[in-house]
């Protein structure tokens, strides 16, 4: 019986990658990834020829037995996303139940996430937190929002630039204008930038220059 390998890829820099995820990159069996041409740019990069399969939200439960029964079988996996670090907001979950379940060994390689940077960096509290990746996008988004109006510890959320501007509105409408709030986008990149201010002035500055990038919002708690 072989294991399966979770391993973090850069959110932006290159230069994240670890030395240990290169390396088990270059000697497991094979590599599952979200989207084989975006890992396939990243795995010529750092010449690592292992073989490479599609595992995304679209067709892992029906690859989830045969995968299980390959690594029972001795073949060893590791488990990529687009980036970032596998089964936070990204295909994973399953698939690691799945070998939980039948006692296959779990290791997860430490690295680029897009959450921690952001919370430490927001001059808001983050000793304590709540990670609540995308809010639902209509079914049970009053619901949520409601719920999370009351949450005392900060709140961190996943966002796209295309709905930036509606999720700040609604956190307005839900939290009050005033909650501290920091925005940070393409964390890693280039263009890396935060945005602090109340929920008011963030939406303000979002709508007046209509930011482009991956987005990690963090507001304070109540």
Same mark, same amino acid.
């Given at each position: ?133 995308? /809010?639902?996008?209509? &079914?049970? #988004?009053?619901?949520?929002? !409601?719920? @999370? =109006?009351?949450? $005392? ?36 990149? /280039?263009?890396?930038? &935060?945005? #602090?201010?109340?929920?008011? !002035?963030? @939406? =303000?500055?979002? $709508? ?15």
């Amino acid at each position: 019986m072989s294991k399966l390998f979770l391993v973090p890829t850069p959110i932006g820099n290159l230069q994240d990658m670890t030395f240990r995820s290169v390396e088990v990159l270059k000697e497991v069996d094979l590599i599952l990834a979200e989207d084989t041409r975006t890992s396939g740019k990243l795995l010529k990069h750092f010449s690592i020829e292992t073989p490479m399969k599609a595992y995304h939200m679209h067709n892992e439960h029906q690859l989830i037995e045969n995968l299980v029964q390959q690594l029972e079988g001795g073949t060893s996996m590791a488990l990529i996303s687009d980036a970032g670090t596998p089964g936070i907001s990204d295909p994973g979950f399953l698939l690691v139940r799945a070998c939980v379940e039948h006692q296959i060994e779990v290791i997860c390689l430490p690295g680029a996430n897009a959450v921690l940077p952001a919370l430490v960096t927001s001059g808001i509290p983050c000793d304590k937190f709540v990670f609540e990746g995308f /809010l639902p996008p209509k &079914k049970g #988004r009053k619901t949520r929002l !409601e719920f @999370l =109006a009351n949450e $005392e510890r900060t709140l961190v959320f996943y966002e796209s630039p295309y709905k930036i501007n509606k999720t700040l509105k609604d956190l307005i409408t839900y939290f009050g204008e005033a909650r501290k709030a920091c925005l940070s986008r393409e964390i890693s990149k /280039l263009y890396e930038e &935060k945005i #602090r201010g109340s929920l008011k !002035e963030v @939406l =303000a500055i979002s $709508e007046a220059r209509k930011l482009k990038g991956e987005m990690v919002l963090v507001v304070e708690g109540k």
